[in-house]
């Protein structure tokens, strides 16, 4: 099992920067793909960012890639989402996710790929 706890979000103007984190327990957590996800109001959850278990891979939606970056601390069970240059667009509630299986190889860009998530942050851009 592996519990996921997200901090970071909030209000923050146009052009800003947000730094989210995502707390795990779990002794499986260093063996696993992490990934964030957001959802909008009406809108369905979308992946966002994803990173190997050893964090030699990561992987990003197109509109996120050069501002955003997602990265892991294995030691501290810990991955985080740097957010550059945010726009109103990215106003969403942001998920932690963890991957399914151990040692995966391949990216998890689908939600489904993923089988832990935690509480979500809500992240708001204004302009």
């Known amino acids: 099992q592996v519990q996921l706890v997200e901090s970071g979000g909030g209000l923050v103007q146009q052009g800003g920067s947000l730094r989210l984190s995502c707390e795990a327990s779990g002794r499986t957590f260093s063996s696993r793909a992490m990934g964030w996800f957001r959802q909008a109001p009406g809108k369905e959850r979308e992946f966002v960012a994803g990173?190997?278990?050893?964090?030699?891979?990561?992987y990003y939606k197109d509109s996120v890639k050069g501002r955003f970056t997602i990265s892991r601390d294995n030691a501290k069970n810990t991955v985080a989402l740097q957010m550059n240059s945010l726009k109103p667009e990215d106003t969403a509630v942001y998920y932690c996710?963890?991957?399914?299986?151990?040692?995966?190889?391949?990216?998890?860009?689908?939600?489904?790929?993923?089988?832990?998530w935690g509480q979500g942050t809500q992240v708001t851009v204004s302009s």
């Open positions: 996710a963890g991957g399914t299986g151990l040692y995966a190889s391949s990216r998890h860009s689908r939600s489904d790929e993923y089988a832990y």
């Open positions: 990173i190997s278990w050893s964090g030699s891979s990561t």
